[in-house]
Nanobody
């Protein structure tokens, strides 16, 4: 199983970035997919998710209206479009895949840094 994030970097406040997560080694289309982030000194938090089954979208209140999660099941890739970025969005962003009633299958990417300067 592999989850490989890309697209991170440094951007000025108000700018945009698009993160990608390339998945392999598991049936991507049948997994709930999430983006988490962890800022220095803080706990990891859920930013956005797409559930399976059902395809329900979930967003943390802090990113609603600015971030958009999407998936391409043909390409086994998860995306996070981040607009109107703020310095408080600075964190390491992680791709997460989950499946099963007790999240029996729970996979993580290595994380990618996003830095927003004021």
């Amino acid at each position: 199983v592999r989850l490989v994030e890309s697209g991170g970097g440094r951007v000025q406040s108000g700018g945009s970035l698009r993160l990608s997560c390339a998945a392999s080694g598991f049936p991507f289309s049948r997994y709930t997919m999430n983006w988490y982030r962890q800022a220095p000194g803080k706990e990891r938090e859920l930013v956005a998710g797409i559930t399976w089954p059902g395809g329900k979208f979930n967003y943390d209140d802090s990113v609603k209206g600015r971030f958009t999660i999407s998936r391409d099941n043909d390409k086994n890739t998860l995306y996070l479009q981040m607009n109107s970025l703020k310095p408080e969005d600075t964190a390491v962003y992680y791709c997460n895949a989950r499946h099963g009633p007790m999240n029996d299958y729970n996979y993580w990417g290595q994380g990618i840094q996003v830095t927003v300067s004021s």
